[in-house]
């Protein structure tokens, strides 16, 4: 059974860098089959895909937030990791990490639980 | 970028009513449309890929068609647990896009 598992700081400062790690268990990372995402939803709204990426460090950004978003990955770890430079407010949400199936209209089948970041001084 | 517009955003339905969300795409997506269950404090469930295809272990009154631009959701007899919010989600052209969620309560 694939888990995945967010991690990193719940608390930003405006203007610094949203750091967090999405560690997989259950599964190889490096299997050919899959993306990594992160998604984001601020409390009381929808969806929003943040980016993703492929093992061999392919990757594809929301153009929205391309400008500020760096996602990597670390095979050894079996982990991807964010970052998000610059954030406001506006970027306070609830962050998860989810398997990609690109194969099947980039569905997401697992997620982490969820990880909310609040940005504030 | 493509736009996805979900409807309506909030619905009241008995149990064992049939209910129906849709989905429009603003260009042709072909089948690329996914569809999510998302409980309070949880993260979302993938419930239909490939705009039609049941997720395993998802219950068969959950079920999804439309190709092109037009999608459908339904649920066929609507439990007490299928309370929560229901998003579908688009793949074109390297980018994901979620829709703005339906939201399903007991009348």
């Known amino acids: 059974q694939v888990q995945l598992q967010e991690s990193g700081p719940g608390l930003v400062k405006p203007s610094q860098t949203l750091s967090l790690t999405c560690t997989v268990s259950?599964?190889?990372?490096?299997?050919?089959?899959?993306?990594w995402s992160w998604i984001r939803q601020p409390a009381g709204k929808g969806l929003e895909w943040i980016g993703r990426?492929?093992?061999?460090?392919?990757?594809n950004y929301n153009p929205s937030l391309k400008s500020r978003v760096t996602i990597s990955v670390d095979t050894s770890k079996n982990q991807f990791s964010l970052k998000l430079s610059s954030v406001t407010a506006a970027d306070t949400a609830v962050y998860y990490c989810?398997?990609?199936?690109?194969?099947?209209?980039?569905?997401?089948?697992?997620w982490g639980q969820g990880t909310l970041v609040t940005v504030s001084s | 970028d493509i736009q996805m517009t979900q409807s309506p955003s909030s619905l009241s339905a008995s149990v064992g009513d049939r209910v129906t969300i849709t989905c429009q795409a603003s260009?042709?997506?072909?089948?690329?449309l996914n569809w999510y269950q998302q409980k309070p404090g949880k993260a979302p469930k993938l419930l239909i890929y490939?705009?039609?295809n049941l997720e395993t272990g998802v219950p068969s009154r959950f079920s999804g068609s439309g190709s092109g631009t037009d999608f459908t959701f339904t649920i066929s007899s609507l439990q007490p647990e299928d309370i929560a919010t229901y998003y579908c989600?688009?793949?074109?052209?390297?980018?994901?896009?979620f829709g703005g969620g339906t939201k399903v309560e007991i009348k």
């Open positions: 989810a398997r990609d199936l690109y194969y099947a209209s980039n569905a997401f089948d697992y």
């Open positions: 260009q042709d997506i072909s089948n690329y």
């Open positions: 990426i492929y093992t061999s460090g392919s990757t």
């Open positions: 989600q688009q793949y074109d052209n390297l980018h994901l896009t």
């Open positions: 259950g599964g190889s990372i490096s299997s050919g089959s899959y993306y």
């Open positions: 490939d705009a039609s």
